[in-house]
């Protein structure tokens, strides 16, 4: 395998960030065959800096989306399709997607490209998890069961098989692109060994604490999540800030969607398959005799 990737960065107003990302990306051992920036409504000289590195490297390039003007996760999944009908006719390997925040060291997509080489039913695939942020490098706990949507690397058979990501409302389309592939037979999985710096507090763009959980709750429904799991994960941040408090308005979230029955816009298939999957890890984490 050439090992030839692309990737996609949808951005909006990253302009504190992004030229680092870009440097991240250049220093890389292993360079993309392509690399499509999104400028999703970008005003504060985001479009300026990835035309700076553009102008000197040729794989990368700036497409301006003209989708929704407010910042959203559907608005963002939208961008990255658009970049993707791009590429798609392109031959690569691996199909990458990357956040506007993100560095990593030089050998990053060299070893995570391996990595595939490695395994023949790996399908996803992303490294250790850091945010950093006030002098604080802080560990991000992950799921084994799915990979951080702003280092998602996908095999491109995997990406196409599954039909690309899904364009939630409210977040989580990068846990329901793991189930869609975990649902086809591919396998998904975090490697901490390889560190990812995320140089921001994870959800703190624009919103304030009570909206964040709010929005976390609906995430949780937007993506499949049973009330079950869906309590116990409100559960365990109880003690966070703002305690109590917090976890309420999680649930509160959730509950919002859920009384007005919102439906889900991925197969009701995979819908299935989310809940038995999560029914599973139940019966296994309580040890359930059903």
């Known amino acids: 395998m050439k090992n030839n990737y692309v990737l996609i960065t949808a951005a909006k107003n990253e302009a504190d960030f992004i030229e680092s990302t870009i440097k991240s990306v250049v220093c890389q051992t292993l360079q993309p065959k392509k690399w ?12 300026d800096l990835v035309n700076k590195y553009s102008n000197e490297y040729s794989f990368i390039r700036l497409l301006k989306f003209d989708g929704a003007k407010n910042r959203n996760f559907a608005s963002k999944v939208h961008a990255i399709s658009a970049a993707y009908d791009l590429l798609k006719n ?7 997607i990357l956040d506007a925040d993100i560095t990593f060291d030089e050998n990053y997509y060299k070893n995570i490209t391996k990595k595939f080489d490695e395994s023949a039913r790996l399908g996803i695939a992303g490294g250790g998890f850091y945010d950093v942020y006030d002098g604080k490098k802080v560990k991000i706990s992950y799921s084994q069961y799915s990979v951080r949507g702003a280092v998602q690397l996908f095999r491109r058979k995997c990406f196409e098989e599954i039909g690309g990501i899904y364009p939630l409302r409210w977040g989580g389309e990068d846990s329901v692109a793991c189930a869609n592939a975990r649902m086809h037979g591919w396998e998904v999985k975090t490697f901490e060994d390889l560190v990812v710096l ?56 959730y509950l919002s969607l859920l009384l007005k029955r919102e439906k889900l816009i991925f197969s009701e298939e995979l819908q299935n398959f989310i809940r038995s999957e999560q029914k599973f890890r139940l019966k296994k984490m309580f040890r359930l005799p059903f």
């Open 36 to 47: 499509i920036i999104v400028s999703d409504h970008s005003t504060d000289g985001t479009d």
């Open 90 to 96: 392109l031959d690569f390997d691996f199909i990458g």
């Open 198 to 253: 995320h140089n921001r507090k994870t959800s703190s763009v624009g919103l304030n604490i009570f909206k964040i959980l709010f929005d976390d709750g609906k995430r949780d429904y937007n993506r499949g999540i049973i009330l079950s799991i869906h309590f116990l994960r409100s559960i365990t941040v109880i003690f966070n800030y703002p305690m109590i408090i917090g976890s309420l308005i999680q649930m509160l979230g």
